[in-house]
Nanobody, 115 residues
Framework: QVQLVESGGGLVQAGGSLRLSCAAS????????INWYRQAPGKQREWVAI???????NYADSVKGRFTISRDNAKNTVYLQMDSLQPEDTAVYYC?????????WGQGTQVTVSS
């Protein structure tokens, strides 16, 4: 059974940093494409970052240069390092994986950036 558990969210001042974790079970992060998404209050869920099997990465323009996605195969965990956080980054952050074309999501972790 595929499970994703996000952690690492919290309250931070503008300009600060947080590192989110997405711990996977029932699936190998090294063999799959993992995405991070976020959803701000009253807004649609938006894609943030992706890491593929070859450790290739890509980012939404809104976070490029500030966020870094990475993974630790031994811990079967994907990370999202978020630097230079801004109030507009406030959202619930989710990791996502497709397994046999079925999407799996974690429960999300809240990130709140104060001005």
């Amino acid at each position: 059974q595929v499970q994703l558990v996000e952690s690492g969210g919290g309250l931070v001042q503008a300009g600060g940093s947080l590192r989110l974790s997405c711990a996977a079970s029932g699936i190998s992060v090294s063999s799959n494409v993992i995405n991070w998404y976020r959803q701000a209050p009253g807004k649609q869920r938006e894609w943030v970052a992706i890491i593929n099997m070859n450790v290739g990465t890509n980012y939404a323009d809104s976070v490029k240069g500030r966020f870094t996605i990475s993974r630790d195969n031994a811990k079967n965990t994907v990370y999202l390092q978020m630097d230079s956080l801004q109030p507009e980054d406030t959202a619930v952050y989710y990791c996502n994986i497709y397994h046999f074309s079925v999407p799996f999501w974690g429960q999300g972790t809240q990130v709140t950036v104060s001005s």
